[in-house]
C-alpha cells in the first residue's frame, strides 16, 4: 500500500463526479474524466493536509517526531 486510494468516477448527464470512499468528503468534478480524477487528487490532497495541521496542534516542541512510511 502506498498513497493510493480508490477512485469511483461516475457520468451525470453533462459532469463527471468522482468521490473517494476511504477519504469521507473528498470529491471532484468535471467536464472529462481527467478533469474529475484531477480535482479528486486535489480534495484528497487539502484533505490529507489539513488533517496533518490539525493533528500536530498541540504536540509538544520537544517531542520526538520522526516519519513512517508505509509501502
Do not use: H
Amino acid at each position: 500500500m502506498r498513497n493510493e486510494f480508490t477512485a469511483i468516477v461516475e457520468f451525470d448527464g453533462t459532469w463527471y463526479v468522482a468521490y473517494c470512499p476511504e477519504m469521507p468528503g473528498a470529491n471532484g468534478q468535471g467536464q472529462t474524466r481527467d478533469e474529475a480524477l484531477a480535482s479528486l487528487r486535489d480534495a484528497i490532497a487539502l484533505i490529507l493536509e489539513d488533517r496533518r495541521a490539525d493533528g500536530l496542534r498541540g504536540v509538544p516542541a520537544d517531542a520526538d517526531q520522526t516519519v513512517v512510511t508505509i509501502e
